[in-house]
């Protein structure tokens, strides 16, 4: 597993983007990079994940550096249903049996 | 809707005794996991199975235990070897991960928080 370091903590307006960032700077060339967010007393929830080029769903954007040693979650209008604790993972996508590694993650706070 | 079912939400469990936290899924998937939580920390793996009648330890397993008879249930026994049980259990399941090119998300339960009486 390729290491992700993130910020503990961040807060942000409700309104305004919210920019989650995310370090893995050991990421091997077949690994993609997954972000999950957890609300507090719930099961993680899958919010998007990606190889190399960014990705847009209903839910957020993702933006990987073109080296791919570190990427950026976007909330693009943060509610205050966004707070939660945000994961970034990585992981291999091509053989073998591969389980996911979650750390501390960011905590983000949308106040009003 | 498809999805992972655990049950019972909150449990409680006396001294020396075993109990069973069941996870059930309907998506389909080959591999199922088990995850333990402590407060303001992130999620250590117990088990995981990546298909029927096999599974593996994680990082954490003393103490736990698991069986995996049917696609559809992961169940996780924590035994009275465990001497901190107290934590958020969660269980997971994703498409096989051993599949060229598997990019396919974990999906997750709402979780068992275990409590020692």
């Known amino acids: 597993d390729a290491?992700?370091?993130?910020?503990?903590?961040?807060?942000?307006?409700?309104g305004r983007a919210a920019n989650l960032p995310c370090n893995h700077s050991t990421i091997s060339g077949n690994e993609y990079v997954y972000w999950y967010r957890q609300i507090h007393s719930q099961g993680p929830q899958y919010i998007i994940h990606g190889l190399k080029n960014n990705e847009t769903n209903e839910m957020a954007s993702l933006i990987i550096t073109e080296d791919r040693k570190s990427s950026t979650l976007i909330l693009p209008?943060?509610?205050?249903?966004?707070?939660?604790?945000?994961y970034c993972?990585?992981?291999?996508?091509?053989?073998?049996?591969?389980?996911?590694?979650f750390g501390r993650g960011t905590s983000l706070i949308v106040h009003p | 809707d498809g999805g992972i079912t655990q049950s019972p939400k909150y449990l409680f469990r006396k001294e020396g005794q075993n109990v069973t936290l069941s996870c059930e899924q309907n998506l389909n998937h080959d591999a199922m996991y088990w995850y333990r939580q402590d407060?303001?920390?992130?999620?250590?793996?117990?088990?995981?199975?990546?298909?029927?009648?096999?599974?593996?330890?994680?990082?954490?397993?003393?103490?736990?235990?698991?069986?995996?008879?049917?696609k559809e249930s992961f169940p996780l026994t924590v035994t009275s070897?465990?001497?901190?049980?107290?934590?958020?259990?969660l269980c997971a399941s994703s498409p096989p991960q051993f599949l060229p090119d598997s990019n396919q998300p974990q999906h997750f339960g709402d979780g068992t928080r275990l409590s020692i009486l």
């Open chain 1, 3 to 14: 290491k992700t370091t993130q910020p503990p903590s961040m807060d942000c307006a409700e």
């Open chain 1, 77 to 86: 209008h943060a509610t205050l249903r966004d707070t939660a604790v945000y």
């Open chain 1, 89 to 101: 993972i990585v992981r291999g996508a091509s053989g073998g049996s591969y389980i996911p590694t």
């Open chain 2, 39 to 70: 407060p303001g920390q992130g999620l250590r793996l117990i088990y995981y199975s990546q298909i029927v009648n096999d599974f593996q330890k994680g990082d954490i397993a003393e103490g736990y235990s698991v069986s995996r008879e049917k």
């Open chain 2, 81 to 89: 070897a465990q001497k901190n049980p107290t934590a958020f259990y």
